[in-house]
Each structure stands twice: as structure tokens, then as C-alpha cells.
């Protein structure tokens, strides 16, 4: 006798999350990060590849960016089919891919949060993208997000501004709200400090949460995982302030799972995070 498939039951639709980001072969950043993270949520992860990269824990090597018309008929094919309930941003490498991937939401019929992760600065602080790409995500891509989460290097190349404290996060975070975007995260992870200190930055309001700040040379892909794992609870429909906690309680959860692979920067833990989630 042949057993009966088991029943899968789920308590809540599972959230659509769309990445538009490229791809990291060591599985440690990218589109990679942003599937494990949103996975890892429990979230539906699709994706539409950017750019190919040559790189590992050491560093990037090579890099060859994806058709401008091939993205676009990507993020179509996954809007027109799959849908999405949040769409994230990350790797976006030339100022025709900007123009393409801002197009092609503004002209879809999707309606859900955009999480923008401005990629345009590498972990050796050299720049990844030229003034007109970096113009285009202020004024084309930025306008459409419902939460940007630049780090530090990447909030003074928007604004112009030095952000070395607390106090210059803030301003910064005000000062891309002026931009369009109803929210900002500011990330302290660049800060010399022992104590962690991230700000959720909207009109009228600043939510500050710290953590101590683990010493450890695996934090490759934090950025887009913090941002995917704002994007999966948003997908889930967690409001931005409950996600705030959760998200980042992931990504510390993360780094102090990390697997130790790699002689460089290495990957996070992602499956081995645990977080609670509430009921949103």
C-alpha cells in the first residue's frame, strides 16, 4: 500500500518577496544572501539577476552586468506571473540598469513596499558606481521605496554629508527622507564603537535599537540580508516598527551563526538563526 502524501497546513499566506540584486557565487552576499534570508523567514523568494560576479570571502574579482532589457523582462515575468508582495534592491551597477529597474516598476502594477539597499560602496570604501548611477538612485529609485537602508559610506555619498556619530546617522537618515522615501535605515555597523547602534528613521519619528557589537571577521552580505529580512516581514505583513526588531535581531542572529568558511570576510549563518516571529 502506497502512503498518502502528508498534509501541509499553513497558518498565514506565505509573502512574495521579488530581489533585483546580483549574484555572489560563495553564496555569501547578493541575490544568494537574499534568498537564504528570506527562506530563512519563511517568506517566497524570486529574482531577477543584475550582474554576475567573480568574487569569494577575499574580495570581488570580475564583474559583467546583465542586459538592461533582459532585467526588466525578468522583473516582469516574475510580476506578471508569481507577484510579489515586497520587492528588495541591491546590486544595480550602471545608470541604464537604474533607469530600467525604476521603469519598470513605476510602469507594473505592483503596489507593494520596495526596500532599496543603494549598493554603491565596497567593503574597501572604493566606489561601485559613477555620479550619474548614484544621481539616478536619488532621484528615479529612491522616491519609489517605502525603506532605503544605506550604510554609512553610502549615506555620505547620497547626501554629501560626514556620518561619524549618532547625531550625523540622524541627520543623514533626515536628510534621504527628504529624498522621497517615507523610511530610512541607518546602519552603525561602521561606526567605531563596541555598542551597535541602527536607527529607523521616519517623518516624526526615530526608533533607535543597540546590540554589543560581535567581534568577528564573518559579516559578508549583512547589508543585504538586513534589508531582505525587512523586506520578507513587510512581505508577511509586518508593519515597518514590528519589523524593525525582528529584522535585526535576525542579522545578529546570523553573524553569531556564521559557518567560518572562507579566509576573508565570510558568510553569515543564515539557516541557523533563529528568531521568533509573532503573528504581525
Known amino acids: 500500500m502506497v502512503p498518502s502524501a502528508p498534509k501541509l497546513a499553513r497558518e498565514k499566506p506565505m509573502g512574495r518577496v521579488l530581489i533585483i540584486a546580483g549574484s555572489d557565487p560563495s553564496g555569501g552576499a547578493g541575490i544568494q544572501a537574499d534568498i537564504k534570508t528570506v527562506t530563512a523567514l519563511g517568506q517566497y523568494a524570486a529574482a531577477a539577476i543584475t550582474a554576475l560576479t567573480v568574487q569569494n570571502t577575499l574580495g570581488v574579482k570580475d564583474a559583467v552586468g546583465v542586459e538592461p532589457r533582459i532585467i526588466k523582462d525578468q522583473v516582469t515575468a516574475v510580476l506578471e506571473d508569481v507577484g510579489a508582495d515586497a520587492v528588495k534592491t541591491g546590486m544595480l551597477h550602471s545608470p541604464d540598469v537604474v533607469r530600467a529597474v525604476a521603469d519598470t516598476l513605476l510602469n507594473s502594477d505592483f503596489v507593494g513596499p520596495v526596500v532599496v539597499d543603494p549598493v554603491m560602496v565596497a567593503s574597501s570604501g572604493d566606489r561601485l558606481l559613477d555620479d550619474t548611477a548614484v544621481a ?145
Open 136 to 280: 539616478l538612485i536619488r532621484d528615479r529609485l529612491i522616491p519609489l521605496a517605502g525603506l532605503v537602508t544605506p550604510n554609512l559610506p553610502e549615506a555620505e555619498v547620497l547626501t554629501g554629508q560626514k556620518v561619524t556619530t549618532p547625531d550625523e546617522m540622524v541627520q543623514a537618515g533626515q536628510a534621504i527622507l527628504e529624498m522621497g522615501a517615507p523610511a530610512v535605515l541607518m546602519k552603525g555597523g561602521h561606526l567605531k564603537s563596541v555598542q551597535l547602534t541602527d536607527f529607523l528613521i521616519t517623518k516624526g519619528n526615530i526608533t533607535e535599537l543597540s546590540a554589543p557589537k560581535i567581534e568577528t571577521r564573518h559579516t559578508h552580505g549583512t547589508g543585504c540580508s538586513y534589508a531582505s529580512a525587512f523586506a520578507s516581514l513587510l512581505a508577511a505583513g509586518y508593519t515597518l516598527g514590528q519589523a524593525f526588531p525582528i529584522a535585526h535581531a535576525f542579522v545578529q542572529a546570523a553573524i553569531a551563526a556564521a559557518p567560518g568558511f572562507g579566509a576573508g570576510h565570510g558568510p553569515l549563518g543564515h539557516a541557523r538563526a533563529k528568531v521568533v516571529l509573532s503573528d504581525g
